[in-house]
């Protein structure tokens, strides 16, 4: 088991930035992909981008490409998502996940572990 909380949500400006956090515990947190994904009241969840395990490869979604980046610290069992000009089209909850796939997965299906999610408000 792998367990995900993630933080740093909340209410912000358009234009502003936010950086959310996703700490891991359980197993070795270097053996999986580690994902983010959102969902907006009434919409179906978004694939944002993923990271590989050592951290040199990522695929962000293109509708946050250029604005959102990940990074992750294995040391500190930690992803991040790094989110810039925040649109109120953002506004969403978002959660990280976890997969053990061999490649870098973008669909929901394929991620075995999720944390709660974090709330991310975007004013106009």
């Known amino acids: 088991q792998v367990q995900l909380v993630e933080s740093g949500g909340g209410l912000v400006q358009a234009g502003g930035s936010l950086r959310l956090s996703c700490a891991a515990s359980?197993?070795?947190?270097?053996?999986?992909?580690m994902g983010w994904f959102r969902q907006a009241p009434g919409k179906e969840r978004e694939f944002v981008g993923v990271i590989s395990r050592s951290g040199g490869s990522t695929d962000i979604a293109d509708s946050v490409e250029g604005r959102f980046t990940i990074s992750r610290d294995n040391a500190k069992n930690t992803v991040y998502l790094q989110m810039n000009s925040l649109k109120p089209e953002d506004t969403a909850v978002y959660r990280c996940a976890a997969t053990d796939s061999y490649y870098l997965a973008t669909r929901k299906i394929e991620y075995h572990y999720w944390g709660p999610g974090t709330q991310v408000t975007v004013s106009s």
């Open positions: 359980g197993r070795t947190f270097s053996n999986y992909h």
